[in-house]
């Protein structure tokens, strides 16, 4: 059975770089989208998580992504933001959907992440939802 290349990557960068004081790289970030674009892929990018790990590191750059993002004209899920929201709205602590290592996210939060990264992907198809495939590339 031969693979298919993917249509679609969603990259999730920034993390690791600054968990291992590593400045968020602009400039690698962009080569990168740039060589998949250049693959044919449709790119998403997903900043990093809004969690205490992350959250004492001093300098939390995501403009960085979603400049890249933007300038480099593919999606940005701001899944930051969203999990900010979900802390900050008052409606959880972070025990509620973070693991216990207090960085990666628990089964409840993938899921409810999975299910806003789809409706966000199948808003933004050109084919209504009901005949949108998994594999449609985001435009």
């Not at 990093?48 to 403009?63: F, H, M, S, T």
């Not at 008052?90 to 089964?107: Q, R, T, V």
């Amino acid at each position: 059975m031969a693979l298919l290349p993917p249509d679609l990557v969603l990259w999730q960068v920034g993390s690791n770089s600054l968990l291992r004081d590593h400045p968020t790289p602009g400039e690698v970030i962009r080569q990168g989208v740039e060589r998949l674009k250049a693959s044919g892929f449709e790119v998403i990018l997903i900043n990093p998580q809004y969690a205490p790990k992350i959250l004492a590191k001093p300098d939390v750059d995501r403009a960085v992504i979603n400049a890249t993002a933007r300038d480099a004209e593919v999606g940005l899920f701001n899944r930051f933001m969203v999990m900010r929201n979900w802390v900050e709205g008052g409606k959880m602590s972070f025990n509620k959907f973070l693991s216990p290592d207090g960085l990666h996210l628990n089964d409840w939060s993938y899921a409810c992440i999975a299910r806003l990264l789809a409706t966000a992907i199948l808003q933004d198809t050109k084919l209504p939802p009901a005949v949108a495939a998994p594999a449609t590339i985001i435009r």
